[in-house]
């Protein structure tokens, strides 16, 4: 039987840089509370035409995910809890809890329960749902691969426990433990960071897989979405050399999950991470994808960036840039008049105004700066 993925689940249903010498007296700031509501208020009014009568918003029958990330999304963005956009999305994902914990329909169960913490997370008030996160991060964890620590798939996870494990399906896992209140010393955290980093372009003692070495210097520190690629003589992931290609999108990813995780800045794995991203600095296309993902790649590199701490990120150029700002300005210049986002590339169906509207709602919660 073939493997149901992501993408067979999507398929049933600005500002330019500016250099500081040339302006010395510019003012980094981001944008405002005002001014990122101003947008949000705009998507809530495509959202209430989009979402079904039984709260869910993909346009056919499909899984949670989507409606989680929306609702994250929007609380992140200070929509209230009561608000009906909300409250419907809820009571569709409660009606999605499945007897083993997880939060899905026919299958993706990583994926969607691991979007569906976040949001059930969001509104925890009161431990509302301590049960439901506690079962979900139960199921989470078991469908982990937990088998030989020399195997290049110990620690990650794919979408259902099944399938074969990839950065993506595990970053969200760690980001989903990680906020239902697991450790960063769990065990599960420590596996899952195993994984990462086989997935990160640097020849070292965690990552010696044989492709990390062919890694090209433009390639060097970035991430790939799966180091089983290496051995797939078909995959279009692969270089000339026989090293696997670094993606913005699996870069931040993996950045941010070792931040997220409690890794040093100063651990020589982020420190390389950082050196790519400072090359690769960019919000107009997913480096090493164009606009393939575009708007899965702006919602890692607001996370990442958040994370990293750096209000003003200066990239390899030794060009300062107001990262916050420029990501606003960006999702504000592609926002259609119906108050949705679409990417113009068709792949990984982010053509969908929902989904793509979804993570760009998100990146946006990112780019209020920190009180």
């Excluded at 939060?103 to 169960?109: F, I, N, P, S």
């Excluded at 790939?224 to 797939?232: A, E, F, G, I």
């Excluded at 701490?309 to 916050?324: I, L, N, P, S, Y």
């Amino acid at each position: 039987m073939s493997q149901f993925t992501r993408r067979d689940w999507l398929k049933t249903t600005v500002a330019g840089p500016v250099v500081m010498s040339a302006f010395p007296f510019r003012v980094f700031a981001a944008p405002s509370a005002d001014d990122v509501k101003a947008v949000v208020d705009k998507a809530l009014g495509f959202l209430k035409t989009s979402q079904k009568d039984g709260g869910d918003f993909f346009p056919k029958a499909g899984e949670p995910g989507l409606t989680a990330l929306i609702v994250s999304a929007l609380l992140r963005n200070g929509v209230p809890g009561d608000n009906p956009i909300v409250t419907k999305s809820m009571k569709y994902l409660e009606g999605n809890i499945q007897k083993d914990g997880g939060v899905y329909q026919k299958g993706l169960g990583n994926y969607m329960t691991c979007l569906a913490i976040m949001a059930f997370k969001e509104l925890n008030t009161g431990g509302k749902y301590d049960k439901v996160l506690a079962n979900a991060t139960k199921y989470v964890k078991g469908i982990q691969d937990d088998t030989d620590p020399k195997d290049v798939k110990y620690g990650g996870v794919g979408y259902d426990g099944k399938s074969r494990p990839d950065l993506s399906n595990t970053q969200f896992m760690v980001e989903a433990l990680l906020a239902a209140g697991v450790s960063k010393d769990d065990p599960a955290i420590k596996k899952a960071l195993v994984f990462v980093g086989r997935c990160q372009n640097l020849k070292n003692e965690s990552n010696e897989l044989p492709y990390a070495a062919k890694a090209s210097e433009d390639d060097k520190g970035g991430f790939v979405y799966n180091p089983l690629d290496q051995d797939n003589e078909k995959s279009d992931k692969r270089t000339a050399a026989g090293g696997l290609r670094s993606e913005g999108g699996m870069t931040y990813a993996g950045l941010k999950s070792f931040l997220y995780a409690g890794v040093s800045k100063d651990d020589p794995r982020v420190k390389a991470a950082i050196a790519w991203v400072r090359k690769h600095y960019t919000v107009t296309e997913n480096p090493g994808q164009g606009q393939v993902g575009l708007y899965y790649y702006y919602h890692t590199f607001a996370k990442a960036m958040d994370a990293l701490g750096e209000e003003t990120f200066v990239d390899a150029k030794d060009v300062k840039h107001d990262w916050r700002q420029e990501l606003f300005d960006e999702l504000k210049k592609k926002q259609g008049e119906n108050g949705s986002w679409a990417n113009k590339n068709k792949q990984f169906l982010e053509d969908v105004p929902e989904l793509a509207t979804a993570f760009a709602l998100l990146s946006l919660s990112y780019c209020r700066k920190k009180a």
